[in-house]
């Protein structure tokens, strides 16, 4: 269990450690089956051995779940040692022929080995579980410049300059020719008495001569050369910087934002926003020498630590016309009931004309009148009001409300938009009635005694009632508007004495906008009057119906009612 470990993570190592125990135990149960001895000797470890002879004797007790004490957990039942083909675990039983740091792997029939260690950087595992290096500049995955020639070597590779150096120069890094001092590298270049003296490309042997090289001159006995203070000099070699004199040199001891390059032996600024992108600014880096500069994007204001950036309430500074909600990074404006946000610049608040919108025509009964921010509904100067719910137009019943300027003569009648003063005379030998709970008035016949005229006569009755209807906006269909009600049953044999009723519309009918039917309900003869036609207010009338009771010795009486019609100018 140690070695698996040392070789994989801790969870791969458990779960090769608890397939191979259960696979021993297995084993046992399975010797145990061919009644083979727990004790015979397999080609197994003997850490398998024991476990394979613990779970044969517990086969044999009845166990029905046997446990190894090696393993120390339970073994599942249906792990297979044997496949129902009989397949042989080669790696259990010591058959496979993997090499060290290979780990065997049964499969059904054969097995297969897999290295445990990875082949690292530059290989690549054949299908033969061998490491072949990988040709990074065949494939292109090399990372060397236009300038140079790419080398493969084994698990890496090399960028070689294609740019040849002449004699008595060396190339660097990037490519560039450097000149070789020969007077360095060489050993012994000149004979004695002689000094070497490097040159570009070359170098040249001269008589033996105090000759000093850079960063130093020469004593003032010339006899020897000593080192030149390059700090101290007249021209300032680190502007703006420390100098450090060194034997035969310097450097410069460059302030916080810069590098000194040992090139050009200068301090050169470091661009902090492009060595750390996202750690140094919350928003926006601005490089400048030596240091750099945070800054914010639009709705966000620079924090006190110079790096974060905190968010801009825009509101405080009232930019919307009416109602303004900051969000973070911007803000909104927006518009209370009865306007909307300007389509323009978004800050100005408009109002809503209700009354243009395409259900203007609806929001109001009679007219509708646009104020800021809302709208005001109208009704007719006369004969409406407002109705409670500030839209409907709502009729005035001067008849009721006492507002009338009836005579005591007259009557009243609350027509819609108005009224109307009627007076109704009754002709000689009738009495007037008004019948409860309507506005009808009935005269009704009453002879004097020995008034045969007055007896002969077929009119029973005259009655006057009226109706208010609107100018109907869609007239769709035929409006039943008055029902003649008779006494007159339906089911009376008129050949032997029965009745019949006959209802006819004698004047006022103005454009034939109304006719009369004849129905029957509950037994009974009914008469309605219907509107046919649309009727374009004010229109005033009076239909003068007639109800004609029938028998079979011809006309039993007949009774005439007059229709006051008024039509409005309005549709409500």
């Not at 101290?232 to 420390?242: I, L, N, Q, T």
């Not at 010795?553 to 009774?559: C, E, F, K, R, V």
């Amino acid at each position: 269990m140690e070695g698996c470990c040392q070789l994989s993570s801790w969870i791969q190592c458990f779960v090769l450690f608890w397939q191979m125990c259960c696979d021993c135990c297995l084993l046992g149960k399975v010797m145990k089956e061919m009644s083979l001895p727990c004790d015979k000797n397999l080609p197994v470890s003997h850490q398998c051995g024991v476990v394979s002879q613990t779970c044969c004797l517990e086969e044999a007790s009845g166990s029905k779940n046997p446990v190894d004490p090696k393993c120390e957990f339970d073994c599942p039942v249906s792990c297979p040692l044997v496949s129902s083909t009989s397949d042989i675990n080669e790696c259990l039983m010591g058959l496979s022929d993997c090499r060290a740091g290979e780990r065997c792997i049964n499969t059904e029939g054969s097995f297969r080995c897999q290295r445990e260690v990875s082949c690292g950087t530059g290989y690549e595992l054949t299908d033969s579980n061998n490491c072949k290096d990988i040709d990074e500049c065949e494939t292109g995955i090399h990372n060397c410049g236009p300038q140079f020639n790419c080398q493969n070597t084994q698990g890496s590779f090399r960028c070689i300059p294609k740019a040849k150096c002449d004699n008595g120069f060396i190339q660097d890094a990037l490519g560039n020719c450097i000149d070789i001092n020969e007077c360095v590298t060489l050993t012994n270049p000149c004979h004695r008495g002689q000094i070497c003296v490097n040159s570009l490309g070359s170098y040249s042997c001269q008589r033996n001569s105090v000759n000093c090289g850079r960063g130093y001159h020469l004593s003032e006995d010339g006899s020897r050369c000593v080192d030149i203070d390059e700090c101290k000099g007249s021209e300032e070699v680190c502007p703006g910087h420390a100098c450090i004199n060194q034997v035969g040199s310097y450097r410069c001891e460059c302030a916080t934002g810069y590098n000194f390059n040992s090139i050009s032996r200068t301090c050169e600024d470091v661009n902090e926003c492009r060595y750390y992108p996202g750690r140094l600014c919350a928003h926006k880096c601005e490089n400048t020498l030596g240091s750099y500069k945070c800054s914010c994007t639009s709705g966000f204001k620079l924090a006190n630590d110079g790096r974060n950036c905190d968010d801009v309430n825009e509101c405080e500074t009232n930019p919307c016309s009416q109602e303004c909600a900051n969000v973070y990074g911007s803000y909104q404006c927006y518009c209370r009931r009865g306007y909307q946000l300007s389509d323009i610049d978004g800050l100005t608040c408009e109002d809503i004309d209700e009354c243009a919108l395409p259900t203007g025509g609806h929001i109001c009964t009679y007219r509708c009148r646009n104020t800021p921010g809302s709208f005001t509904c109208i009704c007719p100067a006369e004969g409406y009001t407002l109705a409670t719910n500030g839209r409907s137009c709502q009729d005035i019943d001067e008849c009721a409300a006492g507002s009338h300027t009836c005579t005591a003569n007259e009557s009243c009648f609350n027509i819609q938009g108005g009224f109307r003063c009627l007076s109704f005379d009754c002709p000689n030998n009738y009495k007037s009635a008004r019948i409860q709970g309507s506005d009808t008035i009935r005269c009704s016949k009453s002879c004097q005694p020995n008034d045969i005229a007055c007896v002969l006569d077929p009119i029973h009755s005259v009655s006057h009632t009226f109706i208010s209807l609107p100018t109907f906006r869609e007239f769709v269909k035929p409006e039943e508007i008055v029902f003649l009600r008779t006494t007159v049953p339906v089911y009376s044999s008129y050949q032997f004495g029965g009745y019949d009723v006959r209802f006819d519309i004698l004047e006022g009918n103005v454009e034939n906008a109304f006719d009369i039917i004849k129905r029957v309900e509950s037994g009974r003869f009914l008469g309605v009057v219907r509107q046919v036609k649309p009727l374009v207010g004010p229109v005033e009338t009076v239909l003068k119906l007639s109800m004609r009771n029938l028998s079979s010795h011809g006309d039993a009486g007949q009774n005439i009612i007059n229709v006051h019609v008024f039509v409005s100018a309005f549709w409500f």
